[in-house]
Each structure stands twice: as structure tokens, then as C-alpha cells.
């Protein structure tokens, strides 16, 4: 298979090696830099978008920003056949849904929910992708192909199920980690507890400013941040009323949401136990 990946950032640039292993893979990108990564690789480094022409593509790969996406399909569009196969990897699909409806060539639209800030890329066994209903079947098998090989579990949504999904999945652990940063001082704090939360803040923090307000500005991200909100005031609530029964009410249901039965997980050893 012929295949052109348009944007080599991580995501990208992952996409593109493992994709080489197998098939013919050339890449662009406007940030000549990133292209370094496939110095001694059996990958084309394209000059302009106009070498798209002489990959011939049976499948382009659109990995560039969200905010970028439809812009870069539209100028590689004159350098491609009308059976090329045309994918994206956007985090957020709201704006994709009635540019594919539109638009001639067959797509597959897809998420891969992993990246290299807390996944290791190189064993994905049990990490998840989303593949948009009503992908084009043959970019759909070849795909499947590709992320089952790698041991990935694959998921099929609509273009809304999806962006509902990942208000839920992306916003929620976004705004915690964010609201953990906001309140953080510079003062050296003892112990596990205090030490995970720095850290995972700290990688969420390190995404691609884009990848952030792709996340944030999800149409849906807002009433999950409203349900926050609501649930922050419920235990201000509690606290200040020193409602011991109404707070064990609230613990129970907490670890209830968390899966956990009684005399197991956190009743069994808690947070503050190393």
C-alpha cells in the first residue's frame, strides 16, 4: 500500500514508522525539523505538496492540528486520485462531520486514544483506538489490520458519540489536572500522594497547546466542566457543615463510581498508605 502522511508530530511521525514496516510511506510537513526523525528510515521525505502527485496514495493520512485538518485535506485534494482513501487522526471531529459529507473521496476517520506523554509506544497491547461508523470499509479493514497487529483494542462511534465520549474521557482528567496545577505553590511536599498528582499534571501540561484547547473546546466539554463545578460546591457544602454521614455518604458513592466493592481497593489500603 502507497500511503502519504500529511503532519510527522508525535502522533504523526509514530504513524508514519510503524506504518513503513509493511508499506510505501512518504511524509510532509511545513516544520522541516520534524522531518529529521526519518533520516536512515525507509520513508520518502516529500519537499512540497506537489510530490504528493509522485507517491501516487492509495491512503493519505491527515495527522497536522485539529484547527488545520480541513485546510491541509483541500491543498493536497489536486495531488491525489479520487479512489485515495483520505483518514484523519483528529482528536475532536465536530468540523469533520459535514466536510466528509460533502467531499468526494472515501475517508476513514479515526482516534488513537494513546500517546507518548503517558503511553509507552512501543507496547500498545490493551491501549484503545476509535474508529468513526460510516468509514469507507476499505480503509476500515486496513486499519484494523494495522491497529490489531499492534494488540489495540478498536472501538466504533459516531462522529457525535465520539465527541461526546471524549468530553467525558479527555475533559474530565484535563480539568482536574489543570485545577491540581492551579493551586500548586513551589514549596517542596512530602509524600506519594501529593507526588503522582505533580506528575501527571505535569504531563498533561506538556501536550501540544493545540491538543489542549482541541480538548477543552469541545462543544460538549463545557457541561462536564458544569458537573465539576456542581459537584466542588456539593463538597464545600459538606465541609463546612463538618457532615461526617453526609460525607461517608459521599466517599461510598465515589467508590462506588470507581468500581470498588466493600473491603476491597481503597477500603483495603488507602491513599495516604505509601
Keep these: 500500500m502507497r500511503i502519504v502522511v500529511l503532519g ?98 472515501p475517508f476513514v476517520s479515526m482516534h488513537p486514544m494513546f500517546g507518548p506523554t503517558f503511553a ?47 468530553a467525558y474521557s479527555l475533559t474530565i482528567p484535563f480539568i482536574s489536572s489543570m485545577s491540581f496545577a492551579a493551586c500548586v505553590d513551589r514549596v517542596v511536599v512530602p509524600g506519594t500522594t501529593f507526588a503522582r498528582h505533580m506528575k501527571i499534571a505535569r504531563g498533561v501540561l506538556s501536550e501540544d497547546t493545540h491538543l489542549l484547547s482541541e480538548i477543552l473546546f469541545n462543544p460538549y466539554s463545557l457541561q462536564e466542566v458544569d458537573k465539576i463545578t456542581a459537584r466542588l460546591e456539593y463538597l464545600k457544602h459538606i465541609i463546612r457543615s463538618r457532615d461526617y454521614e453526609e460525607l461517608e455518604r459521599l466517599l461510598a458513592s465515589l467508590k462506588a463510581n470507581l468500581g470498588w466493592e466493600k473491603g476491597k481497593g481503597i477500603e483495603k489500603k488507602g491513599v495516604f498508605d505509601g
Design 120 to 166: 509507552n509506544m512501543d507496547e500498545l497491547r490493551d491501549e484503545s483506538v476509535i474508529v468513526i461508523k460510516g468509514s469507507d470499509k476499505r480503509g476500515v479493514d486496513f486499519f484494523k489490520t494495522f491497529f490489531e497487529g499492534l494488540g489495540l483494542k478498536i472501538f466504533h462511534y459516531t462522529f457525535d458519540e465520539h465527541d461526546r465520549m471524549m
Design 8 to 105: 510527522v508530530g508525535h502522533m504523526g511521525a509514530w504513524i508514519a514508522l510503524q506504518l513503513s514496516k509493511a508499506h510505501d510511506v512518504a511524509v510532509f510537513d511545513i516544520k522541516k525539523e520534524r522531518l529529521r526523525v526519518f533520516e536512515k528510515k525507509e520513508v520518502t521525505v516529500l519537499d512540497s505538496l506537489e510530490g504528493i502527485s509522485l507517491h501516487t496514495p492509495d491512503i493519505l493520512i491527515n495527522a497536522v492540528s485539529l484547527s488545520k485538518t480541513v485546510s491541509a485535506f483541500e491543498s493536497a485534494f489536486p495531488f491525489i486520485g479520487k479512489d485515495c482513501i483520505i483518514a484523519d487522526i483528529a482528536s475532536i471531529k465536530k468540523d469533520l462531520a459535514p466536510f466528509y459529507e460533502k467531499g468526494d473521496f
